[in-house]
């Protein structure tokens, strides 16, 4: 369902017609809260159902002898969760970040969304993935969809505006309704524990200033096995 779709859906159920006057509601009114439901039933799924579901990544190149790399934007504006190289291989390996400079790793966090890799820079130009947490983003056009949510799923944001517009005129939402959202909820958060297929038995390295990928590479079972020894 599109975004008009779910104006036609949200319309219908709170009886709302665009262009006639003496209504609780505007057209802007309507679109806002079908976007404020998107976004808080994402984030309860989240939170209930887990996070897997909403893993998404963005492709960048790290070009070769440039010391510092900006983030992509998507990634900055949401949950950064790990970086791969997959230069020559794919999948590739997860690269060790630190925090800071201190920890005499090459490669770290020169600020909130800027990479450093050492003085110089990687050897040959890198091509990398970063896995993030995926956010709601509102929908302008009406073909645009709520990708985060599939389209079984699309009532949930149906009911959820309704109720929530319902609230925002002082009128009771019925009870049919609220028992109706509550179900939807439950059925989303049942699709979303099951998560999606993720890559295991990555590969960790972490680049230091002698070899730039010559020193051979942990899994983490072994990393952790080391520790714990």
């Known amino acids: 369902m599109d975004f008009k779709g779910l104006q036609d859906e949200v319309s219908d159920w709170i009886n709302f017609t665009a262009g006639v006057a003496q209504q609780d509601f505007t057209t802007a009114q309507l679109k806002k809260a079908i976007n404020a439901a998107y976004k808080r039933e994402v984030a309860k799924a989240r939170q209930e159902g887990g996070s897997n579901f909403f893993v998404k990544y963005n492709t960048a190149t790290w070009a070769a002898s440039a010391s510092t790399l900006v983030v992509p934007n998507i990634v900055n504006?949401?949950?950064?969760?790990?970086?791969?190289?997959?230069?020559?291989?794919?999948?590739?390996?997860?690269?060790?970040?630190?925090?800071?400079?201190?920890?005499?790793?090459?490669?770290?966090?020169?600020?909130?969304?800027?990479?450093?890799?050492?003085?110089?820079g990687p050897s040959v130009a890198k091509t990398l993935r970063f896995h993030y947490l995926a956010r709601p983003v509102d929908m302008v056009g009406d073909s645009e969809i709520p990708d985060l949510i599939p389209e079984d799923f699309h009532e949930l944001i149906v009911l959820s505006a309704g109720v929530y517009l319902r609230f925002k005129a002082d009128e009771m939402a019925p009870a049919e309704w609220k028992g109706a959202l509550n179900e939807a909820r439950m059925d989303f958060w049942k699709e979303v524990s099951i998560g999606r297929p993720r890559a295991s038995g990555r590969t960790v390295r972490r680049i230091n200033a002698l070899s730039d990928y010559d020193a051979p590479s942990q899994d983490r079972s072994s990393i952790s096995s080391d520790q714990n020894t």
């Open 77 to 120: 504006q949401t949950t950064f969760l790990w970086l791969e190289d997959i230069t020559d291989n794919d999948p590739g390996y997860e690269l060790s970040i630190s925090d800071n400079s201190l920890s005499g790793s090459e490669l770290f966090w020169l600020d909130n969304r800027t990479l450093q890799w050492g003085e110089d």
